[in-house]
């Protein structure tokens, strides 16, 4: 049974951070890329960062980049999400997700964690 447990989110007050976690099981987690993606109220989702199976590759929002880390511990099958000078405009679900190097593979998603940035 495939598994996305995010954890860490809260309240942070701005310029405060937080580190995200995703604890995956059930799929073969060191060939999957890993993705957190965000949907504040009223917005669509979008991608926040996202990186490479083997952790090599990764990738940014223009509106996160110097601010946000990703990174994977393939060994404990878990991705994180370092958020540094965090602003209001963070505010939003995150949801983890897991997308298959195959194509028309498997794509899988976490149930979120609310970040709240607020004073």
């Known amino acids: 049974q495939v598994q996305l447990v995010e954890s860490g989110g809260g309240l942070v007050q701005p310029g405060g951070s937080l580190r995200l976690s995703c604890a995956a099981s059930g799929f073969t987690f060191g060939i999957y890329a890993m993705s957190w993606y965000r949907r504040a109220p009223g917005k669509e989702r979008e991608l926040v960062a996202a990186?490479?199976?083997?952790?090599?590759?990764?990738n940014y929002a223009d509106s996160v980049k110097g601010r946000f880390t990703i990174s994977r511990d393939n060994a404990k099958n878990t991705v994180y999400l370092q958020m540094n000078t965090m602003k209001a405009e963070d505010t939003a679900m995150y949801y983890c997700n897991a997308r298959s190097p195959l194509l028309g593979g498997s794509n899988y998603w976490g149930q979120g964690t609310q970040v709240t940035v607020s004073s």
């Open positions: 990186i490479s199976g083997g952790g090599g590759s990764t």
